[in-house]
């Protein structure tokens, strides 16, 4: 199964930018989308972005629409979340998904990385 591992999290204040990357590594990513999850002390996880992975359709959060960018490197086997204008309340553990071709939901994660920003 191929293996999903985020980078890229940290700490940083309100209006900067982060970008997070996610690389499938074990084999060549030939799934049906690849997306980013997030989840807040205490609350659910929520849906971020999602690329899919032929024709690179995006879509997003209305929380992050105009803020967020997914993009995809297939050469790399890799996904990006360029997270500018951020917020405090952007805080959390930031998730990579992958859905495989005929699932109906995203069916591999990655360990996640830690997104803080302070006002």
């Known amino acids: 199964q191929v293996q999903l591992v985020e980078s890229g999290g940290g700490l940083t204040q309100a209006g900067e930018s982060l970008r997070l990357s996610c690389t499938a590594s074990?084999?060549?990513?030939?799934?049906?989308?690849m997306g980013w999850f997030r989840q807040a002390p205490g609350k659910e996880r929520e849906f971020v972005a999602s690329?899919?992975?032929?024709?690179?359709?995006?879509y997003y959060a209305d929380s992050v629409k105009g803020r967020f960018s997914i993009s995809r490197d297939i050469r790399k086997n890799m996904v990006a979340l360029q997270m500018n204008s951020l917020k405090p309340e952007d805080t959390a553990v930031y998730y990579c998904?992958?859905?495989?071709?005929?699932?109906?939901?995203?069916?591999?994660w990655g360990q996640g990385t830690q997104v803080t920003v302070s006002s």
């Open positions: 074990g084999r060549t990513f030939s799934g049906y989308a």
């Open positions: 690329i899919r992975w032929s024709g690179g359709s995006t």
């Open positions: 998904a992958s859905q495989s071709v005929g699932a109906n939901e995203y069916n591999n």
